[in-house]
């Protein structure tokens, strides 16, 4: 089966710099690779998302990358904010599967 | 809209008494469904999906079960809880295989 795997375990940054987060998968045919954040003792939600055939995709301060060569994408936040500290996690799942494989999630900081 | 419905949000039951968590998905047909647990600091650990009615598959052998009597309604059960059952219980759904899931509120069980 897949085994995704994320880095770092937590991350502190202070308030404007730019964070990144990032993850491996072991299994060449997973296709779909969501983010999520989850605040804490919430539920996690959706904050951006790539499809193999794409190499990068931005929405605002948000972005995620992926090498599917190498089989590794990246999260990467700039000028963050206090309100980008949370729980972030990859996924991979594939057109053949029906379930997600999450990382182990990053617990992202953000000192003012 | 699609909503899901997880409940009850928080949970204390003693040791080796039965358990039961309800999640309903609104407003779609045929969804999905997922069960995910997790440990305080960790991330999240896929314990059983279902494509359709009556399908369920189980990620992780343990002493929990599930069931989906009805389209969108999935539920998790056990016989008797073990202390390490604690946890923060998530049910998601997602319309199709390879696209975003999306989750409830989740319940905070406690095993005391």
């Known amino acids: 089966g897949e085994n995704v795997e994320q880095h770092p375990s937590t991350l502190s940054v202070q308030e404007g710099d730019s964070a990144v987060i990032k993850c491996t998968y072991s299994d060449s045919a997973s296709n779909y690779f969501p983010w999520y954040k989850q605040e804490l003792g919430k539920r996690p939600q959706l904050i951006i998302d790539i499809r193999s055939n794409v190499g990068e995709k931005k929405d605002q301060r948000i972005a995620v990358t992926l090498n599917k060569t190498a089989k590794h994408f990246s999260l990467h936040i700039t000028e963050t904010q206090p309100e980008d500290s949370a729980v972030y996690f990859c996924?991979?799942?594939?057109?053949?599967?029906?379930?997600?494989?999450f990382g182990t999630g990053t617990s992202l900081t953000v000192i003012p | 809209s699609q909503t899901i419905h997880q409940w009850p949000a928080t949970l204390v039951q003693p040791v080796g008494s039965p358990l039961s968590l309800e999640c309903t998905v609104e407003g779609t047909s045929n969804p999905n469904l997922y069960w995910y647990r997790q440990a305080a600091g960790r991330g999240l650990q896929l314990l059983f999906y279902s494509v359709g009615i009556g399908q369920i598959s189980s990620e992780v052998p343990q002493n929990l079960s599930a069931s989906r009597p009805q389209d969108r309604q999935f539920i998790l059960s056990s016989k008797k809880l073990l202390l390490s059952d604690s946890g923060f219980y998530l049910c998601?759904?997602?319309?199709?295989?390879?696209?975003?899931?999306?989750f409830g509120q989740g319940t905070r069980l406690t095993v005391v």
């Open positions: 996924a991979a799942s594939k057109d053949t599967g029906n379930q997600f494989y």
């Open positions: 998601a759904w997602s319309p199709f295989t390879n696209t975003e899931a999306f």
